[in-house]
């Protein structure tokens, strides 16, 4: 017989993430809650989630270098980029969907969104790709290097060149969205962005070059390990089974 | 520096559409799902009552009879129907910051407790100019809420920005009508936990 457990989430710890309003970036003044948020008792809601619902992916949705389906490979500096997925004992997370989405080799996104940057479009390159966790919690995509590009946030701004995750997680309250920078970006401690998290964290952000990873004659490698929420010390209770 | 603990959060910028919330994400429903067939309607606004209009709204919920598909709820009493996998994504629109979603009320799910909490749609809102994800819960007005746990928690004041308004003229589905709201004597609560 199957058991219900609830197991409890970690704490949230203040200095692990960036505070909802930081004025430097100005869109988050308006954007980001006024009141304290309330804390609540976790149930099955919070510790449940979806992250484990994705099945129906094909190896080719993980290499943006070709999922155009142009059958020309994109244009620019060909990276990989892997690491693996972890909670924050250490424990691989499996199966887990990983999506990303980023700006070309010009930074360019291929959006219907207007933008006044004259950087060209890539036929064969759509920016968008995904891909499951492996046993190990390994997730490894092929892509190009991105672009920075400028942003109306303040005169002459600059985004560093930068990745888009999204994970799930295996509960509502390990959902992520975030970005990977690389080691070296000039750019990074210019960007309040990256500077909206607390200068003690802001590394866990950054893509550290691998000549491991790297592929003789074929592409530069680039790995950057993913913490998710993980549970309490004392992890769960069950829950009986009869309602 | 500390390398090691909990990934960072950041924004999901202005593009996340080309990933996330493609045409179709905010339809959880399949033909053979049971339970009553319900629409949630929804308008986000920032906190100068301007809509966003590029706002990721995410919902997670359980099925009509109560359970979440996830390997942690095993009341293996209640059906789990195929079709149905709990989770939906909307952009709200770039021309007035409404979003929608059509879906089965949630039936009651257990708190630790012992008590069934009243029927609710877990929310995360994401977007450009939010770094970090906002949690809420959308729950019904023509439900009974007021031995739920987590609305307990909640100034009295307050909780109506969580309940979603049943709209009579509808029928089939039936239409709940919410908004999401950052700043003023209304704003929406958020949860941490």
């Not at chain 2, 630790?112 to 929310?123: K, M, S, T």
């Not at chain 2, 969580?162 to 589905?173: C, G, M, Q």
Request: hydrophobic share 35%.
């Amino acid at each position: 017989m199957d058991e219900t457990v609830l197991r409890h989430l970690a704490p949230l710890r203040a200095d692990d993430h960036p505070p909802f309003r930081y004025p430097d970036y100005r869109s988050t003044v308006a954007r980001s809650p006024e009141k304290d948020p309330v804390k609540i008792v976790q149930t099955l809601s919070e510790t449940t989630g979806p992250g484990l619902v994705f099945s129906d992916l094909s190896e080719e949705d993980a290499d943006l270098t070709t999922n155009a389906g142009t059958g020309s490979p994109a244009i620019g500096e060909r990276i990989i980029v892997t690491g693996r997925v972890t909670d924050e004992d250490g424990r691989a997370i499996p199966d887990t969907l990983v999506e990303v989405w980023q700006a070309n080799a010009s930074g360019r996104y291929v959006h219907w969104r207007e933008t006044e940057f004259p950087a060209p479009l890539d036929p064969n390159f759509i920016g968008v790709g995904q891909c499951l966790t492996s046993e190990d919690g390994t997730y490894r995509f092929t892509t190009v290097k991105p672009g920075p590009y400028p942003w109306g946030n303040h005169p002459n701004a600059w985004r560093p060149a930068h990745i888009h995750f999204s994970l799930l997680g295996p509960s509502w309250g390990s959902r992520l969205v975030t970005q990977l920078y690389f080691e070296g970006d000039p750019l990074l401690s210019l960007d309040p962005i990256f500077n909206s998290v607390p200068e003690e964290t802001r590394g866990r952000l950054i893509a550290r070059y691998d000549h491991d990873v790297s592929i003789e004659n074929w592409a530069l490698g680039w790995r950057w390990d993913i913490v998710l929420r993980g549970h309490a010390a004392t992890p769960f209770d069950s829950m009986e089974d009869d309602r | 520096m500390s390398q090691s603990g909990p990934t960072p959060s950041q924004t999901a910028g202005p593009y996340f559409s080309m990933r996330l919330a493609a045409a179709g994400d905010e339809i959880l429903v399949a033909d053979g799902v049971g339970g009553e067939r319900i629409r949630i309607e929804g308008v986000l606004l920032d906190g100068a009552g301007e809509p966003i209009e590029d706002g990721l709204i995410e919902i997670w919920q359980a099925n009509a009879g109560g359970r979440y598909r996830h390997p942690d709820d095993g009341r293996t009493s209640i059906d789990l129907e195929e079709g149905f996998t709990g989770f939906g994504r909307a952009q709200t629109s770039f021309a007035d910051g409404t979003f929608r979603f059509d879906t089965v009320k949630p039936g009651r799910v257990p708190d630790p407790e012992g008590e069934l909490q009243a029927p609710h749609v877990n929310v995360i809102i994401q977007g450009r100019g939010m770094l970090r994800p906002c949690y809420t819960r959308i729950y019904f007005s023509d439900e009974e809420n007021a031995h739920d746990l987590t609305l307990g928690l909640v100034p009295e004041e307050r909780r109506h920005t969580l309940i979603a308004r049943r709209d009579e003229s509808f029928t089939e589905p039936a239409v709940y009508r919410i908004t999401l709201r950052f700043h003023g004597p209304d704003e929406t609560v958020f949860f941490e936990f």
